[in-house]
């Protein structure tokens, strides 16, 4: 079965489930994966959980739910769950079914969001700049599939036709570990258009970068415009009919207006032209010889594990 772009299926990998301000203590919020309902919430003890987001009993989102404790309290019949999404109390029952679960993501809240991992345990680290200040961007919904917007930095091709981008160097392609592939790219701004003029003046004759994706929907760029930076991580959820959740974070060491503005003023240059593409984008994956870059990330995705939860399954 092919994974890359299949709309039917989810790939094993992190996946943005809220940014951690729209989960406060004692919050729960809803959320979509493909077809799927999440419950994301905060107990008691500032700890953010994603959970299976459709009550055992009869199908309530938990998304609308209560939080007791560290629980979270369906709605409807009140059925509480514990984080490790097995059924803690019914009211009026003092025995508890044993289908009474539902299952619990590994979780985790970094870069200001709370991540999950679609699958049993995390097959690799959720990819990002520990330590620095995450900036998230306005969220967008992408008419495009998640592995698709995923891979567009390792498009060389496009690079040079949409973009009109010239390189100092061939692009590197390079593969850090099976679940990964980079493009290194050295940029010249030759100063032919007015936004390569503009960016000229803050960044110098040439930007860097390295374009690393993870998994099949997570990408960073680790490059540098000038004396500032540029720390940028891509993140996609899938929805519905094929569509892309996505949201972008930039990363500094310090508040700095002026390293932020130079950030901002790179990605746009490097993004600018994309949006409309990929709205009107029905992919076909024919790489020739010169996607070589494509090539290795389709063939990287078509081997991730999928993984769907086993739904109120009996337990072990």
């Known amino acids: 079965m092919a994974v890359f772009n299949n709309p039917e299926v989810v790939a094993q990998g992190w996946y943005l489930a809220a940014l951690s301000k729209e989960v406060g203590r004692g919050r729960a919020v809803s959320r979509t994966l493909l077809d799927r309902k999440l419950a994301v919430y905060r107990g008691d003890d500032g700890i953010a959980r994603v959970l299976e987001g459709r009550c055992a009993h009869l199908g309530a989102d938990l998304g609308r739910g209560c939080v007791v404790g560290e629980t979270l309290r369906c709605e409807f019949h009140h059925w509480r769950y514990g984080p490790d999404g097995r059924c803690a109390q019914i009211p009026g029952q003092t025995e508890i079914p044993a289908f009474a679960r539902v299952f619990a993501y590994p979780a985790r809240e970094e870069h200001g969001g709370v991540w999950f991992f679609n699958g049993p345990q995390p097959l690799f680290d959720l990819p990002g700049f520990p330590g620095l200040r995450a900036v998230a961007l306005k969220p967008q919904t992408l008419r495009c599939h998640p592995h698709v917007v995923a891979c567009n ?76 930076p540029v720390r940028v991580l891509f993140s996609h959820r899938p929805l519905p009919g094929g569509g892309s959740a996505s949201r972008t974070f930039l990363f500094f060491e310090k508040r700095s207006p002026a390293a932020e503005a130079a950030s901002r003023l790179v990605l746009g240059y490097i993004l600018a032209g994309d949006r409309p593409m990929f709205d009107a984008l029905e992919f076909r994956a024919r790489p020739t010889p010169e996607d070589a870059p494509l090539a290795a990330f389709i063939r990287q995705v078509n081997k991730l594990p999928v993984f769907a939860p086993p739904s109120n399954a009996e337990p072990a």
């Open 153 to 228: 930095g390792l498009d060389v091709q496009h690079f040079k036709t949409v973009h009109g981008f010239e390189f100092s160097q061939p692009p590197e392609l390079s593969e850090p570990g099976a679940r990964s592939v980079r493009l290194s790219l050295r940029i010249r701004l030759s100063g032919k258009s007015a936004s390569e003029r503009a960016l000229r003046l803050v960044t110098g004759p040439e930007l860097s970068a390295d374009f690393t994706t993870y998994g099949g929907n997570l990408a960073t760029i680790d490059g540098r415009a000038g004396r500032f």
